[in-house]
């Protein structure tokens, strides 16, 4: 996928790359996300009967329950594998860590000690 290679809070312009990236299939998502509901939903019915835990924690998970569940499943679009770019900064070959989930990917270029980013391009208008 072309992506937009960026240092981090810099105002120079992105440099085009490309990074493979895998799109996590609609059931694997969905799992996850209502693994996350009914586990989170299964604790805060134990808490229920623990003694100083049922006031205070079973509000937090029924706070937290949804918010988490909606957050992984808006998240965990993709994975990036591990693999090499070059530093948009030092041209050096940066490392993508494994399994990175969620835009912008974010990684470190060790050479420079600089932090990259990576979006996908915007869409041009027209
Ligand atoms: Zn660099």
């Known amino acids: 996928m072309h992506v937009d290679l960026a240092v981090q809070y810099s105002e120079r312009a992105p440099v085009p790359g490309e990074l493979e990236v895998r799109i996590v ?15 989170l939903g299964g604790l805060g019915a134990v808490m229920v009967f623990l003694p100083g835990l049922h006031l205070c924690g079973v509000v937090l998970v029924l706070l937290a329950t949804p918010l988490v569940s909606w957050f992984t499943w ?12 070059a530093c948009p900064k030092c041209q050096a070959p940066v490392r993508v860590p494994a399994n990175t989930v969620g835009w912008p990917v974010r990684f470190l270029c060790e050479p420079c000690g600089t932090n990259l980013t990576a979006n996908p391009p915007k869409a041009t208008p027209g």
């Open 74 to 85: 808006q998240r965990a679009v993709f994975t990036v594998g591990e693999q090499t770019v």
């Open 25 to 39: 299939p609609l059931a694997v998502r969905l799992g996850k996300a209502l693994g996350l509901f009914f586990g």
